[in-house]
């Protein structure tokens, strides 16, 4: 019995359910898989309100006339989507994998959803949306961080990072963004007599006992 046709269209599900988890538009996960709206809609939306409709986001502009927090997630997410393709990552698991990771950043808002990271993803690699690369991720040469930047240009224009660093102390939304990372209680070194002895530095929950009953 043939079953290369049935592991194919498993395999399609699969990927389109990572798709719809991470909160794809319908079209976006149909671009993707390849897979008909009625059968995306057979098994993720039966539920016709939680499909997210609309058209998803194909825009090279967009990236050039977004706002700072918008162009600094972008790099956040382009940075290691980029690097992961250069190391031999197919496109596909190098998206999940860079989106995934931007969202562990655990930033209070993430301003980059997955449709606009596919359409970013898109453009920096020549797929799905378009045959040709538009965007790159350069080092910017003062702060030293990956910028997202237009093909042809050696060096990025307005490093969102360096505005980032101005802005940072006089802008409320900004600091709300990015908030100052708590100080970790890291655990006192042990120094001295200590390092020798542990039992002095660390006291055991029950006190040792020298009665002769326990010796024995
Ligand atoms: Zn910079």
């Known amino acids: 019995m043939h079953t290369l046709f049935a592991q194919q269209r498993l395999s399609q599900y699969a990927e389109a359910r990572e798709y719809v988890e991470l909160g794809a538009r319908l079209v976006t996960v149909q671009r993707l898989t390849g897979l008909r ?17 609309g058209r998803p986001p194909n825009a090279v502009q967009w990236y050039t006339l977004a706002n700072l927090l918008q162009r ?52 920096i690699a020549g797929l799905w949306l378009t045959h040709t690369a538009h965007l790159i991720v350069l080092t910017c040469p003062l702060c030293a ?18 505005q980032l660093q101005s802005r940072y102390p006089r802008d409320k939304r900004v600091r709300v963004h990015f908030p100052t990372p708590v100080p970790r209680q890291l655990a006192m070194p042990r120094l001295g007599i200590s390092a020798f002895c542990p039992g002095l530095s660390q006291p055991t929950s029950t006190p040792p006992s020298f009665s002769r009953r326990a010796q024995r």
């Open 37 to 53: 709206p009625p059968d995306l809609h057979r098994w993720f939306f039966r539920d016709p309100r939680q499909a997210q409709f």
């Open 72 to 123: 600094v997630d972008a790099c956040l997410f382009a940075a290691p989507f980029q690097r992961l393709i250069t190391r031999g990552f197919a496109p596909k698991a190098a998206l999940l994998n860079a989106y995934r990771g931007y969202l562990e950043l655990g930033l209070c808002q993430p301003r980059v959803d997955f449709d606009r990271a596919v359409d970013l993803a898109g453009h």
């Open 145 to 162: 961080c990956d910028t997202l930047s237009t093909q042809g240009l050696k060096t990025p224009l307005d490093c969102p990072f360096c």
